[in-house]
T-cell receptor
Framework: DTGVSQDPRHKITKRGQNVTFRCDPI?????LYWYRQTLGQGPEFLTY????????KSRLLSDRFSAERPKGSFSTLEIQRTEQGDSAMYLC???????????????FGPGTRLTVL | DAKTTQPPSMDCAEGRAANLPCNHS???????VYWYRQIHSQGPQYIIH???NNETNEMASLIITEDRKSSTLILPHATLRDTAVYYC??????????????FGKGTKLSVKP
């Protein structure tokens, strides 16, 4: 399977614990996005990388959240001191920067479902 | 906020065409119309996108009005597996905040036998 993969698919944690999620984008995709989706809502943008540089962060990304993409390939999203409000689906998407008019389509992974007790 | 308006829900009979409308009256000249769908508990799946010409692929057809203020996604022969939330999104093809996908609530399509 050459699509976007995410690990783990499900995570249950207790309030106050730290969690880390991993995203492996489609090979050669240089752009990587993180989104969060709560129940009944559409996904909301969190942050964006082009290669290893984090170029954009949403105001939704509090100080407890940090994302990295150290070698421009896989990315990690860490949440420190989790709160019950962090319970959501965390989605990763990747795309290939393209100057072609129809380029730069984002493809999503299956998501990581986080439950904070 | 999402720049599109979609009906919250629609039903379609299995085997019939599903026509999902989307209004995007404030679309800019450099913005594309994208369609994604999300089957329960899965990540969004890309369907199709277009700028001003009608587009067709193996999944669907996208019809964009001449003034680009609205579009219709057509699933020619809906199956039960097409039951999902369908999102219509307008975005420019740039990275960063200009290129982010801004999802609304979408249309919940229920395909019935």
């Amino acid at each position: 399977d050459t699509g976007v993969s995410q690990d783990p698919r499900h995570k249950i944690t207790k309030r106050g614990q730290n969690v880390t999620f991993r995203c492996d984008p489609i090979s050669e995709h240089n752009r990587l996005y993180w989104y969060r989706q709560t129940l009944g809502q559409g996904p909301e943008f969190l942050t964006y990388f082009q290669n290893e540089a984090q170029l954009e962060k949403s105001r939704l990304l509090s100080d407890r959240f940090s994302a990295e993409r150290p070698k421009g390939s896989f990315s990690t999203l860490e949440i420190q001191r989790t709160e019950q409000g962090d319970s959501a689906m965390y989605l990763c998407a990747s795309s290939l920067r393209s100057l072609a008019p129809m380029g730069d389509t984002q493809y999503f992974g299956p998501g990581t479902r986080l439950t904070v007790l | 906020d999402a720049k599109t308006t979609q009906p919250p829900s629609m039903d379609c009979a299995e085997g019939r065409a599903a026509n999902l409308p989307c209004n995007h009256s404030t679309i800019s000249g450099n913005e594309y119309v994208y369609w994604y769908r999300q089957i329960h508990s899965q990540g969004p799946q890309y369907i199709i996108h277009g700028l001003k010409n009608n587009e067709t692929n193996e999944m669907a057809s996208l019809i964009i009005t001449e003034d680009r203020k609205s579009s219709t996604l057509i699933l020619p022969h809906a199956t039960l597996r097409d039951t999902a939330v369908y999102y219509c999104i307008v975005r420019a093809n740039y990275g960063g905040s200009q290129g982010n996908l801004i999802f609304g609530k979408g249309t919940k399509l229920s395909v019935k036998p």
